[in-house]
């Protein structure tokens, strides 16, 4: 690995500071993917070479776990995957983040990884993390994965730039309507999950609206629904320690058997997660049965429009709505 | 001024007449309209415009649907060359779903599954009915390569170009990117400048047109990759010949 | 459960082990029972996660029982711990990349981003004046060598071009970006049928033709007759992937000079070949250069030749004038590194109507990479010996390729080959209407190897079948070829296959040196490289055995040149067999040389002694004894019929010829159950039955050691493993652990390893090979397991979620 300098922020001010005044400096907290990032000597034009880092570990209160039946949970963006897996705000609550939590990579990765870093993490597309490619994600001018090998890649809403987004955590996040709090230079603001991960066409340089200047520090997470289900599952290759070739959280507000209100999220088969609305329209004010989790499938994937290697992971993505639609309403 | 050159549809007070004219090339369908249209003579009829002698673009983006795999590349790379120098960033060829096209047995080889799409992009018309109509003289011929183009500096936004052009934009209902513009031809409002917009051929760009340059099908052809004696977005010369072959492969749609 | 609570007394290590399990060993397995409800095998095929103190508890137990084991004198056929666990799992144990010495540089190397490219320009300058970098190597520092050590025209991605050796990685790999090359890209060829199309781009202006020999060619008999008279016929085609060994110890080599000496550290399964050439491509004499290696972390077949960073290492070295480590980067070893490679192979099967086999005609192309010609005959070899079959006729190419070496990986060809011929077997089976089980049974040659028609030196196939399948409870489980299946939920299948492997054989050098000290300790001189099988305990072991000594008192030596003599590869199933072969020899010239002194010292003929637990006695008379220690002190040299003493330790030595007249092969079977998911694609492996033929189990622990490392590894390859190359650049996109994916043990399946034992006629007590014939089931069972779940029979592996699904959707 290239040599890097360390600088340590005991604030969050302190850390935007630093990055807004070195413009190749990089917040690290567990660094699992910032390291292999460096290691990998990724850098394009408008990809720097990260070679400041700035250890947001040591920032009091950012791995700080709040919960309350008015606010709802408070997540300093710090906490490790692990503190939250075995956090009882998460289980007793929001049963659909504790199993979200509980997937990534490893248990030795969740022991450092932080919830921030899960949801920030860069796509893991080998030609963007191929030095040998120059492609549009980090300033140049093609994308090899649209006329090449790509099997991992993004089955809905890919131009210009396939990936997909690899977060296990977002779609929970965004099943449960989470927002996002932000700071930067000019202060503090809110911004739901909805509108923090950008496309390719908003801006083809990053995966959300943070700034270089910009951190995020919390994840607000409303108070637990009542008559709520959910269902989180994830495919892939090896079955343990992998990304997600597709994964879904589903959220459900059942009345009376019937669906009052849902949010199905999908990871891995769009550059940024995936809201099915396409499915939730067929499953709003019905009961779920069979038939209907099918309907609701085939709808979700009617704009898809499959690469050349990819088109199994329509069929996967049909499967795990089917499945967690049946498996929230039968919860 | 400018309005004397006009009669028959274009008037800027809407009636009856107007609306026939306009509602006819809607029901004839664009290319039989347009056919019509220039079969009734061009310059100097007393009914039609009186078109203003204008040159032959220097190139046409000639799209060819059976090698378009809908990757969206010429979309956002027009949306950011134009952005780059300040111009609306509405991208000005959009890419439709149609399953029905046959596909390049290259395309079948080398991307199964792919999908099958075509291509609406301006077709610079010999003598494009866009022009004439505007009140502000917004649309013209652009010096360097002929292309027709909008000063969006001048475009007041009425929209007599969009519904000048003959050539309709098919339902965004199925468009691949589901951005949902209100298009009706190959001119497109936007709503956020305030301005309509067409394709100029990117006259600003060393590279010419960013989507023939960057289409990756394009690129792998160039490459020798996928073997295809033609583009996917090919650059011709906009003769009448060039012109008639395009129109027959647009308007049915 | 009643928790009794017993203690152990603490005993210091000492390894040893046992005629037959004593009580205490299977005391201690039964506490681990009682206390956790399992034994401590059952918990690491579980995959559980210990706490600490339990950690320190298991290997507190582990010495206490291996301790307590230690009470008898050794036998081959007893359960060893590996003499050398403790100090590797503990990480007491130096690897080669351990090795630091004083004041040494450290290593990176720039590699071509083409696969097919002319280096126009190369200027190091600024890179040699960056602070902290003390040589910079480019190719007119090389001498000539194939694979070149540095490339003018890098004919595959990641093909060295330059190299710095500095003060710390950081510095080199600043020094790298500093290098300016030019490159002008040339048209390459990644497939191996492509290659040898015609116009086909050349791989390197070196070659003449992407065709480095002729094809491997075979006939017996008359195919097209035999096809002809067959009832049923089978065909199809299959494709394997580019595969790489991802040892756990990435490839190093450490080089150090004194005046005109050369040493160098490095991980290696054969360091007196790899040396050999070292010192041959530096004209230096052989004694000048010396090559040590410890242990070797994982070899796989990948660690055998002298690579460019060998030389890399040694030349960056010299010109430095200061010790060199190059420590391979993960992302070096794909690109520099031997790969197994992709095979495409039309083959077609001619069965009778009572399912034996009459014809049998394959041709297979495969890709060399851009050096090395090999012969791509180790495809075919099971498949022309497995079964009787009269007829056949096989041709295999291996064109030149701009990609990545071929190489070994656990055997060469015989996975991909297998992997063709059982799922065409199975196919049969099916038309057939028969339990493929009774058609292998009905096929199986266990006699005589038909291309060379001599006897095998052994063959248990047939007991391996039965053993298997009898563990599996295959007759309960298959439910025949007309199952029902509801693909809209999870299925679970059953495949199996058997096999003949073509490594195993004795080879040449096989040298081993036995040494019995004044104290009667034992040191077993070889240069044999312990890979992780456990092969140096293997050899103590069967010195022990052969001198009646304990297993404690025998050291065997590490591979170094200045110390071993040439015993041949680790490699090729061949260590137990051929290896073991020259330490027995080596041991009991030992012996000779011992009851010699000893006969004389107690009057009795040499034929009466024997040994047992370090004491010599007449076996009409044990109260005539000497202990080992004594007879060695009345060592006798014999001079022109007078004896004299010798006062000096025993020196037995032996060099062994290549036996002939025997065919010598490892044979097997599998039996796999798997769980597959028609709407996600994956698969899980349930249930693993291997049984191997081993000859004689030495050490049944190292048995089944390596078959379930072996089950691990075929797995991998059956459903996650492929280096993958972008077709239109040429490029490696997945030269990383992310994304080549290997087998977790959280995912292990139940894996019960059967060793049969129909003892060989040629090996050491009987014993033959195991090291690459494990891996060689999984692919074609997995592959059959899915089409008994499924319906669907995929012929391309890996297996991943993306071909099954592809494979459903075409039903």
Redesign the interface.
Known sequence: ???VKYLAAPTWRDAINALAKYPTAKAIAGGSDLL?WIK??ITGAKEPQWDILVDIRTIKEGAAIRFSRNEGLRIGSLATLTDLESAKEVQENYPLLASAVGHPAS?GIRNVGTIGGNINQRP?C??LR????DCYKKGG????A????N?YHAILE???C?IVHPSDVAPALLALDAKAKILGPKGEKTVPFSEYFVG??VD?IRENILQHDEVLTEIQIPPPVPSSKSSFLK?????????A?VNIATWLKLNNGSVEDSRIVLSGVAPTPHRSTAAEGVIKGKRIDEALAKQAADQALV?A????????KV??AK??I??SLLEAAGA | MAEDQYSGGEQPTTGNQEVTRREFLRQMGAGAAAVTFFSLGVAGQARGPAFPPMAEATGVVFPDPSLCIGCLTCEVVCSRAHEEVGLSGVPRIRIYDDPSIKLHPEIIRNYPDRGAFFQEPCLQCPEAPCLPVCPVDALRVEPKTQARIIDESTCIACGRCERACPFTAVDENRATNREVLGQASRITFDPKKNVYVKCDLCYFREGGPACVERCPVNIRIRQGIVKSDILCLDLPASTSEVFQKLRQQQAAS | MAKTKKTLAPIHWEFGTLRNPTPLMLELEEYSKELYGFTQVERVMRGEEAAPTAAQQRIDRARAEAAAAALASTAVGTRLPDMHGYEKVTGKATFPVDVYPASGLYTRVLRSPYPHAKVKRLDVSKAEQLPGVMAVLTPKDCPTMDPPILAEEPSHHGEAVAAVAAVDEGVAEAALRLIEVEYEQLPFVLEARDAMKPGAPLVNSRYRSNAPRDPFVYKRGDAAKGFAEADVIVEGTSQTAWEQHVAMEPHNATALWERDKLTIWTSSQYVHRQRDVIADTLKMPHSKVRLISEYTGGGFGDKTRAYPYHMIAALLAKKAGRPVRYELTRKDVFLECTHNYPKYQELRLGFKRDGAMVALQSRAWVATGDSGARSNADDFESAIRIFKCPNVDVIGYAPYTNTGISGALRTVGEPSGNFAFAILVDQAAEKLNMDPLDLYLKNIEERVDQVVNLPFSSNGVRECLLKAAEAFGWKQKWQGWRKQRDLTKPQRGVGMMAFLCNKGAMSVPMTAVCQIDRDGSVRVVQAGADLGGGQRTTFAMIAAEVLGVAVGRVTVTKPDTEVTSDTGIVAGSRATKSIGSAVKAAAEDARAQLLEGAALKLNVPQSDLDIADGVIFAKADPSKKLTIAEAVAAGVVVVDQVVLPAGAPIIGKAVVPAPRGYSQKTLGAGFFEVEVDPGTGMVKVLKIVQAHDVGKAINPLAVENQIIGGAIQGMGKALTEEMIYDPATGVVVNPNLDDYKLHMMATMPEITTIAVEPIDVLGPFGAKGLGEPVNIPASPCIANAIYDAMGVRLSEIPMTPYRILKAVRSL
């Open positions: 690995m290239r040599p292999g990998d000597d248990p893991r080998w030609y191929g030095a040998e490619f001018d093609f994308c090899f649209v006329t090449g090998k099997e890919g131009e210009l396939y390719p066409r083809v495919v892939t290759n090896r079955g343990v320690y992998d990304f070739i704009r429009r499959p690469m050349s290697d990819n088109a199994y069929e996967i499967t795990l089917r499945r």
